[in-house]
């Protein structure tokens, strides 16, 4: 046989599937807890549904940065422009006489219109200065919205057109848009990942100059992966305004938010799906514990943050990954042959 | 206020900014750091020599003599302990351990000495000032302060460009591994590099904090104006970094004779409109 024949005859006992049997049992699962938080608002006290819409917008924030950082590379300290304006578009359009829920998918559109001209500026920066330039734009977004006295100037303005729902049911509303917003972050990375947008994203990421030679347009990767992540901030923003009905301009555009994603995606684990989601679960335990203390808990979750960064440079689940195999979101492939499990990633 | 006086303060202004951010162009060049907790770390200087002064009595003067060989140490330190170990753990691990450090920082300062705004007082000495003309003077801070800035940056580079260790502190910052076949102890140097960092950051904190308040969440604010100098003048260059700090203070200083409020907007903007246009910076080069 030649070797192209042996290769041929190989390639047809192998069998290449992405997900393993764990993530099918697991995927199952999280269908489930899906149907059971999204029937939360009829079982649970409106208390617990509040809280829980800060804990869907951490995990819809920290997904959006995982995307940019961990997939794209990019590393921003300014997602918080987005959020800011996201959370005023709200403001503005329900002025308008706009329904608010309504507003929140158009604020994340106006943030994606907002991202394409800062992208220009913003990528002429690379790597480490990418993050402070992103930052500075951030501050040049706040410094302008306070100058404009439609929305309130530096004190901030309240959200109209919610006075006619009963609270109740605003509740609920409230907590089913965060709980869609959190499962349309997560279930876009996934989508985006799996396809070839996924697969020219992590070769730029993981070394640009030969992506590029092999023919992948890196700063329309890159640019895409910017737009979707100002997108979801955006609209993150919009769920933070009408969970809190008014919005403050110092803080919706405060760098506090870059500090919660970065360390929501370091502890969980950047680059995996997965990470966001259990980072910004321990990351909310944390803070409903240590809620208490006051700035000692910011100084623990520097301090863990640092930690982490130095010697669990997976996070956590880079951590369960290694010791299970688990991928509740696979991206990648598993090689089977015959029925042995010679599995790659 | 008339414009020249507004433009003569920008430029000494503009000292303040360089000798600031001299530290954050230096471990860039050198270790391809951008230390996020620059900002805290002059805010740390400027609340280290509140406590020394109010806590022990010693003039002013004495207790800037010992923080800036403290905050040298203390680089050093960092540098060998905490940032070399982040150096091989991937380039993420760099940026978040100090924008960690800078919350740590930031919520320790606000645990010990509350959340109030502070000044250090300099005594007369801040606060005189001599006539150049009828409508400019020149305060005597500001001049000292702008003479730091140079005599730094001069000292910098006399001691990149003459002494064994400069050069081998070049040497790594071009490539590091041929340099450690040479000899160089990449790891040594690279504490120096982070020592004189801090040395300056220390001073540049000092003055800060005898020119204006200062309060424990203003260190990411100062860090942007530091990182504004740096990209205007051109990553790497030591003099552009000078450069930019008086583009920097000129343009803030100009916009609030306009509107007061218009003052850091006015910055942003021109660093924005520099990364636009000139995105090498205006003295393009390496001299670090």
Known sequence: MTLSQTLIARAAQVRVSRAARSSKVSGAAMALIAVVLAALPFLVFSTVTDTLVNLFVLIALASMWNLLAGFGGLVSVGQQAYIGIGAYSVIALADQGVQPYLAVPLGALTCALFAVPTSWLAFRLRGDYFAVGTWVIAEVYRLLVVRIDGVGGGSGKGLSGMSGIDQTLRGALTYWIALALALATIGGCYLLLRGRVGLSLMAVRDEETAASSAGIDVTRAKRLVYLISAAGCGAAGGVITISSLSVNPDAIFSVQWSAYMIFIVVIGGIGYIEGPLLGALVFFALQQVLADYGSWYLVLLGAVGVAAALWLPGGLWGLVRDRTGLSLFPVGYHVREGGGDAASR | ?288
Do not use: K
């Open chain 2, 1 to 288: 206020m008339g414009w020249l006086n507004a433009i003569v303060q920008g430029l000494l202004l503009g000292g303040l900014y360089a000798l600031f951010a001299t530290g954050l162009s230096l471990m860039f060049g050198v270790m391809r750091i951008v230390n996020l907790a620059h900002g805290d770390l002059a805010v740390v200087a400027s609340f280290l020599a509140l406590a020394l002064v109010s806590g022990t009595g010693l003039p002013l003067w004495v207790v800037m003599v010992v923080t800036v060989p403290l905050f040298a140490l203390l680089g050093y330190l960092t540098q060998r302990v905490l940032l070399q170990r982040s150096l091989g753990a991937g380039p993420l691990a760099t940026l978040l351990v100090t924008f960690g450090l800078s919350i740590v920082l930031q919520n320790i300062l606000l645990e010990v000495f509350s959340a109030d705004t502070r000044t250090l007082d300099g005594g007369s000495f801040a606060t005189a000032s001599f006539h150049l003309t009828d409508s400019t003077s020149v305060g005597y801070l500001s001049l000292t302060t702008f003479l730091l800035a140079c005599a730094a940056l001069a000292g910098i580079q006399v001691f990149l460009s003459r002494t064994g260790l400069g050069r081998m502190l070049r040497a790594s910052a071009d490539d590091r591994e041929t340099a450690s076949l040479m000899g160089a102890d990449s790891r040594h140097v690279y504490g120096i590099a982070t020592a004189i960092a801090f040395a300056t950051v220390a001073l540049a904190g000092l003055m800060f904090a005898m020119r204006s308040s200062f309060d424990p969440s203003i260190g990411p604010s100062r860090l942007i104006f530091a990182f504004e100098a740096v990209v205007i003048g051109g990553l790497g260059s030591l003099w552009g970094t000078l450069l930019g700090g008086m583009v920097l203070g000129v343009a803030q200083s100009l916009s609030a004779q306009v509107d007061p409020a218009l003052t850091l907007l006015a910055g942003h903007l021109i660093f924005l409109a520099v990364l636009a246009f000139r995105p090498q910076g205006l003295l393009a080069g390496r001299a670090a």
